[in-house]
């Protein structure tokens, strides 16, 4: 919300989390917060069969960081993928 009302925001900014996550280790850690197996590589052959060298960004992801997120003193609320998807986890079963 800072960022929003705080006019020295300006410009972009990237909007993702600190910590770097590969596919693998995003269905991994996905896979255990529904409780559910994650042992199916996505077949990185096969998506670059299909999306050339973008499919790079879907096997291995993207290396992007919040750079001036992190210069202007940005606090994450979560700075680990395990800790945000355990918190939906813990919202989704209050909610039911």
């Known amino acids: 919300m800072e960022a929003m009302t705080d006019p020295s925001y300006n ?3 990237n909007l993702v989390a600190p910590q770097f996550t590969d ?3 995003f269905a991994l850690n996905y896979g255990q917060s529904l ?11 096969l998506m670059t069969l299909l999306l050339g ?6 096997t291995e992801g993207a ?3 919040p750079y001036r997120l992190e210069q202007k003193g ?4 979560f700075n680990h993928l395990n800790k945000a998807l355990k918190d939906i986890e813990e919202k989704y079963q209050a909610s039911l």
């Open 11 to 13: 410009g972009v900014y």
């Open 23 to 25: 596919q693998k280790s």
């Open 35 to 45: 409780k559910r197996p994650a042992f199916i590589p996505t077949p990185k052959w």
């Open 53 to 58: 060298e973008m499919a790079s960004l879907l």
């Open 63 to 65: 290396k992007i960081t």
């Open 74 to 77: 940005f606090n994450f609320k």
